[in-house]
């Protein structure tokens, strides 16, 4: 397991680019935001997914249900990097592959 390392700053986030690590866009307090993360398999590609603050948002694309957590973050369903093929989930914090 990786843990998900938390970023208040995202040109920190982007500099260090440490595996499994993210950083999250929550503009004014908003029920929707994007979780930026580096993938946890340690391939480098950064991704950004919509999530919603306990709830999955509807959209034209994946969204994720987020326990809204910064430390101990949980995302829902899985995540599938498309760009490496890494699958696997974010619970209480830490990044498990399936």
């Not at 994007?34 to 993938?39: A, G, I, M, P």
């Not at 249900?65 to 696997?88: A, F, I, K, Q, Y």
Request: aromatic share 12%; charged share 20%; net charge negative.
């Amino acid at each position: 397991m990786i843990r998900a390392i938390h970023f208040v700053d995202r040109e920190d986030h982007r500099k260090t680019e440490a595996p499994g690590s993210i950083f999250v866009n929550h503009p004014n307090g908003a029920q929707l935001a994007q979780l930026w993360f580096y993938c946890p398999c340690g391939c480098g590609d950064l991704s950004m997914i919509d999530v919603g603050h306990k709830f999955k948002p509807d959209g034209d694309r994946p969204t994720w249900d987020w326990n809204g957590e910064m430390s101990r973050p949980t995302l829902s369903p899985s995540v599938h990097n498309l760009n490496c093929g890494w699958h696997g989930w974010l619970r209480d914090g830490y990044w498990e592959s399936c």
